[in-house]
């Protein structure tokens, strides 16, 4: 399994951006997808994720209200739509698959849930 990030950039504060994560070497309907993302001098933290089928999505408090994760089966892909973005979301945003369904909300914002991972694509919010 493979994943492509994309989408990153740079953006004032308020604004929006959207994230799409490519999934390739295995379909998006057997796979669960989420979102983390790691500024610098900080751990890898949890932003998002959509359950296996796009059944349930899962999001960190933080981006609760402002972020959005949605499933494309057709594209294969997993997109993160980020609006009022603020200059703390700053980050490198890398999205990870698993083929199980992530059935609790401890397994969603759990990286080690995860066995695959994506490069990250950067994120920069100027205040």
């Known amino acids: 399994v493979q994943l492509q990030a994309s989408g990153g950039g740079l953006v004032q504060a308020g604004g929006s951006l959207e994230l799409s994560c490519a999934v390739s070497g295995r379909p998006l309907i057997t796979s669960s997808i989420g979102w983390f993302r790691q500024a610098p001098g900080d751990e890898r933290e949890f932003v998002a994720a959509i359950n296996w089928r796009g059944g349930i999505t899962y999001y960190a408090d933080s981006v609760k209200g402002r972020f959005t994760i949605s499933g494309d089966n057709a594209k294969n892909m997993v997109a993160l739509q980020m609006n009022s973005l603020k200059p703390e979301d700053t980050a490198v945003y890398y999205c990870?698959?698993?083929?199980?369904?992530?059935?609790?909300?401890?397994?969603?914002?759990?990286?080690?849930?995860?066995?695959?991972w994506g490069q990250g694509t950067l994120v920069t919010v100027s205040s």
């Open positions: 990870a698959a698993t083929p199980q369904a992530l059935r609790t909300t401890a397994r969603a914002m759990g990286s080690y849930t995860y066995n695959y």
